[in-house]
């Protein structure tokens, strides 16, 4: 069973930075790797990905703000979120999808980040 575990989330400060880790059970050396972010009463929305060859990809309102990296040595994606708002309130997810059989889409459990003074 493909585990997709994330970590690194917590209360932060408005201004403050923190790092989520999210570790795969699997190779993701063919994953595409994306964490979205689902806030109480709204969809889940994409907020950085990043391709096997390290091509990312960021929402708007995070561009500048946060950095999306992957170690495929590891099998792990990073994000490091700076300059956080209390708008970056929600629960950020951990998204593998294969680059070649879309079908095989994982995700994690979810860390909660709250940015709150």
């Known amino acids: 069973q493909v585990q997709l575990v994330e970590s690194g989330g917590g209360l932060v400060q408005p201004g403050g930075s923190l790092r989520l880790s999210c570790a795969a059970s699997i190779s993701t050396s063919a994953y595409s790797m994306g964490w979205y972010r689902q806030a109480p009463g709204k969809q889940r929305d994409l907020v950085a990905s990043?391709?096997?060859?390290?091509?990312?990809n960021y929402a708007g309102s995070v561009q500048g703000r946060f950095t999306i990296s992957r170690d495929n040595t590891q099998n792990t994606v990073y994000l490091e979120m700076n300059s956080l708002k209390p708008e970056d309130t929600a629960v950020f997810y951990c998204n593998a999808q294969h680059i070649l059989y879309s079908h095989f889409s994982y995700w994690g459990q979810g860390t909660q980040v709250t940015v709150s003074s």
């Open positions: 990043i391709a096997p060859t390290g091509t990312t």
